[in-house]
């Protein structure tokens, strides 16, 4: 017994050691919301980053290039380009938000009825999804936004809009999946009706994807209001939108940084919601 214990090859197979960090998301996961979260920071409360003002300057510093005192240098106007940054979170985080809600809620309501009634209802809301598809969802955007008035808030609601089939899409395929699943049959076996089934059932287990889906719709709605911004379909100066902080920007060649640095912002946002959504996907 003290010989096959003293050696490791009778001894038998050893447990591999546990992983210190086993249970925690990849680092690329952790880092993304790290930056979702300054994000979020910023929009809820943006005087905490920076003692600047978005809407004032210092002449005598205009178009001054990074520094210490100027971590994105200034504007025209003499304007910290870092705080206008910051403060125009709140209005394309809020946007981006709203985007994202009327699609999911638009879109999951069209999906859940085509997917389980079925029938002539299915055929209806069908060609009207087909529809949408068919239409580019950025010239989609641009045409309601151009109807509803140049606002953030409208560019939002457009935005929004051209989302609503993507959402529908998903949900009607992932209804369809669930309702033939064994424990919903079950249910009606067991005395449930079709509001129980639904409710109870379906509507929970098809409903994860669909959440998957609006992580990522996120971050594509701030990439479409940024780019509705940059063609002038948001407010109007001085408010300080990522996208138009990026569309006055390009006039002033010689100041690279007050393009450079908005753009950075709206790449690495816009980056890190699409690491975090593909990481939901593989864990659900």
């Known amino acids: 017994m003290t010989a096959i214990l003293s050696n490791p090859e009778l001894a038998g197979p050893v447990a591999p050691p546990k992983r210190l960090f086993a249970g925690l998301p990849p680092v690329t996961v952790l880092l993304s919301f790290t930056v979702v979260l300054i994000v979020i920071l910023w929009s809820l409360a943006p005087g905490l980053f920076t003692h600047y003002s ?18 994105f240098g200034t504007d025209y106007l003499g304007r910290d380009q870092y705080a206008r940054v910051v403060y125009g979170t709140a209005s394309s985080v809020t946007s981006a938000l709203v985007a994202v809600l009327i699609g999911l809620v638009a879109g999951s309501i069209i999906g859940l009825a085509s997917g389980f009634r079925g029938g002539w209802l299915d055929a209806v809301l069908g060609r009207f999804v087909d529809v949408l598809l068919a239409i580019p969802g950025f010239l989609l955007a641009v045409v309601i936004v151009s109807s509803l008035g140049f606002q953030t808030i409208n560019a939002a609601i457009a935005t929004g809009v051209s989302a609503v089939a993507v959402f529908a899409r998903l949900m009607r395929a992932e209804v369809i999946r669930v309702r033939s699943a ?10 449930g009706n079709r509001r129980h089934a639904l409710l109870g059932h379906i509507l929970p287990n098809a409903y994860r994807s669909v959440l998957v889906l609006a992580v990522l719709q996120f971050g594509t709605s701030i990439l479409v209001i940024a780019s509705l911004a940059f063609l002038g379909y948001g407010d109007p100066p001085p408010s300080s939108d990522w996208g138009l902080l990026v569309a006055s920007g390009k006039t002033y060649v010689t100041a690279p940084w007050l393009v450079y640095a908005p753009a950075l912002v709206i790449v690495i946002t816009v980056l890190s919601v699409n690491r975090i959504s593909r990481w939901l996907r593989k864990a659900k």
């Open 182 to 191: 064994s424990y919903v049959e079950a249910s009606y076996l067991e005395g």
């Open 54 to 71: 978005p809407v004032t300057g210092d002449t005598a510093s205009k178009l001054a290039a990074p520094s210490a005192a100027h971590w």
